[in-house]
């Protein structure tokens, strides 16, 4: 069975840092895609960032480009999101979400609420 | 960037009524890259849908997925208590981008 495991969600000020870990079973990790996909309270679905199987490609959405690195340790069968720079609009759930190919979202984790408060 | 639209924003029908989502999107989506989602409250998404028209391991059969281009559809032939949730559409040709969503509750 697929389980991703958020973690790492707290309540921080603005111009702060936060590392997101997702930890991935159930399936073959270093062969599959992964995303990180945020809802704010109340809102829709917007998509942050992808890093392939091997991680030698990352994809960011506009709105966190330059602030947020995605990254992966495929020993270790996670994923990671580094948020620097966190701004108010930043504040969501942020679902762990493991790619298909083609890119539909398979399986997604129960999520870590990042919440900004000044 | 291709916006998703969705219509209606909220469906109110009854359990056992046919139920019917839409969702339109701005660029052609070719190769009918489309993907719906249910989300429960306080719950993450459910894969329905992919490929607009190939249903996900497990789900039930009264969800089906139709459309090319740009428009597309849900339709959960007949409504089950646990479907009342939020459906979004996701193309994922281009950019991800997702619909607003469309909230089913009961009538």
């Known amino acids: 069975e697929v389980q991703l495991s958020e973690s790492g969600g707290d309540l921080v000020q603005p111009g702060v840092s936060l590392r997101l870990s997702c930890a991935a079973s159930?399936?073959?990790?270093?062969?599959?895609?992964m995303s990180w996909v945020r809802q704010a309270p109340g809102r829709g679905l917007e998509w942050v960032s992808a890093i392939s199987s091997s991680g030698d490609a990352t994809y960011y959405a506009d709105s966190v480009k330059g602030r947020f690195i995605i990254s992966r340790d495929n020993s270790r069968n996670t994923v990671y999101l580094q948020m620097n720079s966190l701004r108010a609009e930043d504040t969501a759930k942020y679902y762990c979400?493991?790619?298909?190919?083609?890119?539909?979202?398979?399986?997604w984790g129960q999520g870590t609420l990042v919440t900004l408060s000044s | 960037e291709n916006v998703l639209t969705q219509s209606p924003g909220t469906l109110s029908l009854s359990p056992g009524e046919r139920a019917t989502l839409s969702c339109r999107a701005s660029q052609t989506v070719s190769s009918s890259y489309l993907a719906w989602y249910q989300q429960r409250p306080g719950q993450a998404p459910r894969l329905l849908i992919y490929g607009a028209s190939s249903r996900a391991t497990g789900i039930p059969d009264r969800f089906s997925g139709s459309g090319s281009g740009t428009d597309f559809t849900l339709t959960i032939s007949r409504l089950e208590p646990e479907d009342f949730a939020v459906y979004f559409c996701h193309q994922y040709e281009t950019t991800h981008t997702f619909g607003q969503g469309t909230r089913l509750e009961i009538k």
């Open positions: 159930g399936f073959t990790f270093n062969t599959y895609a």
């Open positions: 979400a493991k790619e298909a190919s083609p890119p539909y979202f398979d399986h």
